[in-house]
C-alpha cells in the first residue's frame, strides 16, 4: 500500500533555516501577474473559509484584520521556506464541528503542528494515502452545504448560470481559473443589475401620494420597534454591512423593521444575508419585518421563496402596514 514515504519521500523534521530571498529585479514583470492572481486567490479563498465559519459558527469576521494577518504571514513564509498560505475551508470547517469557538482553537492546530513536526515528523512517512485520501472526502462532503444548491436553483437565471460555470470550471479545470471566470461573471452581472435598476422618472401628484405610506414623519414608533433601511443595490460585496444589525443583538427591541423602500436590487448573497439576520433575531426571541421593497429585489425573494424563511405576514408592503403587524406581533405576544 503507498504510504506518505514512498509517494512524497516523507516530511522533514526540525525547524527551517532562516534564508533572505533573493531580489532579481529583471524577474518583477514575469512574476507580477502570477503574484496578483496567488495574491487574489488567496484572499478569496481566506474570506470565503471566513463567511463559512461565520455561517457554521453564527460569527462575524473582520475581513481586514484577515487579510492583513494573512499578508503578514505570507511575507514572512518564504524566508523559511514556506509557500503561500491561505484559509483553508477544509481545516477550518473541521475546526468548527469539532467545538471551536475563538481563534485560540487555530492557534492550537498550528501549535500541534509544530510539535508533531519537530517530534513525530519521520512517522508520518508510514501513514497510508487511503487513510488521508478518506479523510479528506469526508472533509469535503460534510463542508459542501449541498443543502444550498436548492436554494440557488430558484434564483434568477443570471445566478444560476454564473454557479454553474464557476462550479463546472472548478471540478473540470481548476481553482484559480474558476475563481478568476466567476469573478468576472459576478462583476458584469453587478453592473448589470445597477444599470437595468436605475431610473429616471417625472415626480407626479399620483407618485407622491403613493408614498405617503412609505414615510417616516408622520408615523409613531413605538419603544418595541427598531427600523433599519437599506440604500442602494445589496449584491455581493455589500452585504456585510448588515452586519452591524446583529453586532449588539441583545440590545434591540423585540421587533426589528427594515426598510426596502431605497434597496435598489438584491442577488443571492443578498437574499442570504437577510435570511442570516432573520436567523439571528429568531434565535434571540425577535421578530424581523421587511417592507417597501421594490419590484426587483420583491420579483426576486418571491421567487427564491424567501417568505417561507420568515414568514409571508413579516413582508409588508410599506411602513405604515410594517409598523401595524409590528403590533400585532406584540399583542399576540402579551396574549
Given amino acids: 500500500m503507498e504510504t506518505v514515504g514512498s509517494r512524497f519521500g516523507g516530511i522533514p523534521g526540525g525547524v527551517p533555516e532562516l534564508k533572505m530571498p533573493a531580489f532579481k529585479l529583471a524577474l518583477v514583470p514575469v512574476l507580477l501577474r502570477p503574484a496578483l492572481t496567488v495574491a487574489l486567490l488567496g484572499a478569496i479563498e481566506s474570506l470565503l473559509s471566513a463567511v463559512v465559519a461565520d455561517r457554521m459558527g453564527k460569527d462575524q469576521h473582520n475581513p481586514n484584520t484577515e487579510l492583513v494577518a494573512q499578508g503578514i ?21 473541521t475546526n468548527i464541528r469539532s467545538g471551536a469557538k475563538s481563534p485560540v482553537a487555530g492557534m492550537t492546530h498550528a501549535i500541534t503542528l509544530l510539535i508533531v513536526l519537530l517530534s513525530a515528523a519521520p512517522l508520518a512517512r508510514f ?7 478518506a479523510i479528506l472526502l469526508t472533509v469535503s462532503w460534510n463542508m459542501g452545504e449541498w443543502h444550498e444548491i436548492p436554494k440557488v436553483l430558484r434564483l434568477t437565471k443570471t445566478d444560476i448560470s454564473v454557479w454553474i460555470v464557476t462550479f463546472a470550471l472548478t471540478v473540470l479545470a481548476d481553482l484559480t481559473l474558476a475563481v478568476e471566470v466567476g469573478m468576472v461573471l459576478a462583476a458584469l452581472t453587478f ?11 417625472e415626480a407626479t401628484r399620483d407618485y407622491v401620494e403613493s408614498g405617503r405610506p412609505h414615510i417616516l414623519q408622520d408615523k409613531s414608533i413605538p419603544d418595541y420597534v427598531a427600523i433599519f433601511r437599506i440604500h442602494g443595490p445589496f449584491l455581493f460585496g455589500t452585504t456585510d454591512k448588515i452586519a452591524t444589525l446583529t453586532e449588539n ?17 438584491i442577488d443571492g448573497t443578498g437574499l442570504r444575508a ?18 417597501g421593497a421594490r419590484e426587483q429585489p420583491s420579483a426576486v425573494m418571491q421567487q427564491a421563496g424567501f417568505h417561507e424563511h420568515i414568514g409571508d405576514s413579516n413582508i409588508c408592503p410599506n411602513i405604515a402596514a410594517a409598523l401595524t403587524r409590528a403590533a400585532e406581533v406584540i399583542g399576540t405576544r402579551a396574549a
Avoid: H, Q
Avoid at 249 to 264: A, C, Q
Avoid at 281 to 289: A, D, V
Fill in 191 to 201: 453592473i448589470r443589475r445597477v444599470a437595468v435598476t436605475t431610473t429616471v422618472s
Fill in 249 to 265: 443583538v441583545d440590545r434591540l427591541p423585540p421587533i426589528v423593521i427594515i426598510r426596502l423602500r431605497n434597496m435598489t436590487a
Fill in 127 to 133: 501513514i497510508p494515502m487511503p487513510v488521508l485520501a
Fill in 73 to 93: 504571514a505570507n511575507i514572512a513564509s518564504p524566508m523559511f521556506g514556506g509557500l503561500p498560505a491561505t484559509g483553508a475551508l477544509a481545516r477550518t470547517a
Fill in 274 to 291: 437577510l435570511e442570516e439576520v432573520g436567523d439571528r433575531l429568531r434565535e434571540s426571541g425577535r421578530t424581523l419585518l421587511l417592507c
